[in-house]
Every structure is written in C-alpha cells, then in structure tokens.
C-alpha cells in the first residue's frame, strides 16, 4: 500500500518515543499483574496507522491514542475492577470507554466491540527518567477476559482480513460471541447460581469429599494444608477405602497418634502421609492385608517414603506400592 509523505513522516517522528513508552509499560505491567493473567501490546504498523487516519472520524490528537496500545486478559468478569485498579496506581488516567459500567450504547440484540478500554498514560514521579513530552503520550489498554480474548484470536481475520465482507461469517462469529457473554455472566454469577434449589445438591462422592475436608481442617492448622484441599482429601479417601478405613475410624486413629505425640505432630511428612504413617502405626494389619491380597483388583498405590517407618510388609503385591 502506498504510504504518502507527509504521514510516513508524522508516524515516524512519534514511533521512537513509543518504543520507549511500550518498554516502561509493559515492565511496570508485567512485573505486578497476576501471573495468570496475560498480557500483550504493540506498536500500530504504518499501514493500519494510515488507514485509521483516512477514515476522516479522528482528529491529529485522537489518531495517536492507540498507536501504541496493550491488553490485559483476566480470568472472568469479577477480575476486570482488580486490573483497572492497577493501572490507576501506576498510571493516570484520561478517558474510559465505555464511559459507565452501569450504560451502555448496544442494543440488547446486538454484540459489537465493546471491552473495556482506558486511556492513559505514565505517571511523572519527577524522577527525571524521561523527558518530560514521553508523559505526555497516551495509549490504549483493553482490558478483557479469556473467553473474549479467545473470541477476539479465533474470529479477528474472519471478520477484519478478508477481501470481501462475508455476511454469513460474520452472523457465526456474532452468534458465538453471544453465547460467551452468556458463559461469562454464569460464570460471573456462579456464586448466587449455585444456591438455587435447583442446583444446591450434592452427591454421595461430594458429601464424603467435604466430610474429610472439614475433618482434615479440625486436625490441622492452615499453614500446614495445601492450598488444594480438595485434592488432599480424595487422594486420603483413595486411600482409606482401599484399606477399608472409614472416616470416622480415620478420625479417631488422628486423635490417638497426635495424643501419642505422633499424628499431626510430625513435622516431616505430609499431611497424606501422616495418615499412611498413622494408620501403620495402629492398623498395620489393614495395609499390609491390602497390599499382599491377590484377589483384590483394586489398583490404588500407597506410597512410602524413606522418611517414614514402617514394618515388614512380606510378598505383596507390587502395584499397589510405590516407594521413594
């Protein structure tokens, strides 16, 4: 395509600033974002530079406020306020679109572009780092979830690079895009959704899961559990069912060995395999009568570690063990 002059030159005597500005916003971004959420941004190509300006709705200001801009990809709508918190710490900001969380232009049939979008620029600390016109400079961040970050990846060339508009496509993408929103709005509401009576049930596998969490919890101290509570407690229930253990006998064998001055007193095993140990301490028949039995088809593992004592265990059968 060709460039004219005058524009050629005009992108040109702003891009080196905006190198510089894209290197101090993407470190300050990336260094105090979530590490789970993602983050991208780039410096506008000449062409698509050229092309905005010639669509005659923006003016000299205006043409500039995305030539550099950036996108923060959160992990669902409740975290959008988290992300525009940080950027008002590290960053001043002139202008939100849309303007209201509370307004909006669409009609409630249509799904145009609409994702968070802020105007900013960097805050003069008067650290003397830039020259003063660098603050000046504004640029674009959108902010928007997974979900619309993948709608924007999967459909952006249907849409936006074909040689002709496709009607067809276009009715798909959009289709799309409103059963997302949909998910997102679920997904944002799963809290009050899940108190429904409708959905406020559980299963037999569920109540046991959350009887050995809440067990778990009266045994031991926060700090001392992993984050993923309910992984700890189906592993343990693996476990205790293989060797026909029930919770409550669980409980009980807990109570015992922490009076002993064993159980959750012992600060070199996990949480896991304190239970092992425990239960070797008190029923070593269950255990070693679950690993020498031939017949039993169950496959669960017990580990054992060096750490731990146990006794002589015989012939067993080999699958169900493993040892570190």
Do not use: C
Request: hydrophobic share 40%; net charge positive.
């Amino acid at each position: 395509m060709k460039i004219v002059k005058s524009i050629q030159e005009l992108y040109n005597k702003r891009f080196e600033f905006y190198k510089i500005l894209k290197s101090k916003a993407d470190t300050l971004i990336n260094s105090q974002k979530d590490e789970r959420w993602h983050y991208e941004s780039r410096i506008k190509k000449i062409e698509s530079f050229s092309m905005k300006i010639e669509t005659g709705r923006f003016n000299q200001n205006q043409v500039f406020e995305d030539l550099f801009a950036a996108t923060i990809v959160v992990k669902n709508l409740n975290e959008i306020k988290v992300a525009e918190t940080l950027l008002e710490k590290n960053f001043t900001i002139h202008e939100r679109r849309p303007y209201s969380i509370n307004f909006t232009h669409k009609d409630s049939f249509s799904f145009p572009f609409d994702d968070l979008r802020l105007y900013i620029s960097l805050k003069d600390n008067q650290t003397g780092e830039f020259a003063p016109h660098i603050y000046n400079l504004k640029f674009e961040v959108q902010i928007k979830t997974f979900l619309q970050h993948a709608w924007t990846i999967a459909t952006h060339d249907l849409i936006y690079k074909s040689d002709k508009i496709n009607w067809a496509k276009e009715r798909v993408a959009y289709q799309v895009k409103a059963a997302l929103e949909q998910a997102e709005v679920t997904i944002s509401g799963i809290e009050e959704l899940s108190k429904l009576t409708e959905l406020a049930k559980e299963n037999k596998e569920v109540k046991k899961v959350n009887q050995l969490i809440s067990m778990i919890q009266n045994h031991w101290k926060e700090e001392d559990l992993p984050l993923d509570r309910r992984r700890l407690a189906q592993n343990i229930l693996g476990f205790i069912e293989a060797i026909s253990i029930s919770i409550q006998e669980l409980n009980e064998i807990l109570k015992s060995e922490t009076i002993a001055k064993r159980g959750v007193l012992i600060r070199d095993l996990s949480p896991y395999l304190i239970v092992v140990q425990s239960i070797f301490n008190t029923h070593p028949d269950k255990i070693i009568g679950y690993l020498q039995n031939q017949r039993n088809k169950n496959k669960q593992k017990i580990l054992i570690t060096t750490e731990m004592t146990i006794p002589e265990l015989g012939e067993v059968v080999e699958e169900k063990l493993v040892k570190i």
